[in-house]
């Protein structure tokens, strides 16, 4: 079974930063891109950034600069690193195996 969770959210100042984890099990990253989507309040998904198997990057224009992806394949975690954070960064944020899978979100909200 495939299963994919979040941690590392909280509640931080304008300015702040966080670094997000997804712990990933029942699959190997091996042939797999793997993506941050974004949701805030009263709105839809928004996708952030993908890094493709073949280590492609790509990112949301709201996030580019701020926003770092990156993996561990050997302990298949994902990571979203997040500088710079603004109010409307506040959303809970969501690991997808686009788009089949994924994980429960975590939480990030950013205001003084």
């Known amino acids: 079974e495939v299963q994919l969770v979040e941690s590392g959210g909280g509640m931080v100042q304008p300015g702040g930063s966080l670094r997000l984890s997804c712990a990933a099990s029942g699959f190997t990253f091996s042939g797999r891109d793997m993506s941050w989507v974004r949701q805030a309040p009263g709105k839809p998904p928004e996708w952030v950034s993908r890094l493709s198997d073949g280590g492609a990057i790509y990112y949301a224009d709201s996030v580019k600069g701020r926003f770092t992806i990156s993996k561990d394949s050997a302990a298949d975690m994902v990571f979203l690193s997040i500088n710079s954070l603004k109010p409307e960064d506040t959303a809970l944020y969501y690991c997808?195996?686009?788009?089949?899978?994924w994980g429960q979100g975590t939480q990030v909200t950013v205001s003084s």
């Open positions: 997808v195996i686009p788009w089949n899978y």
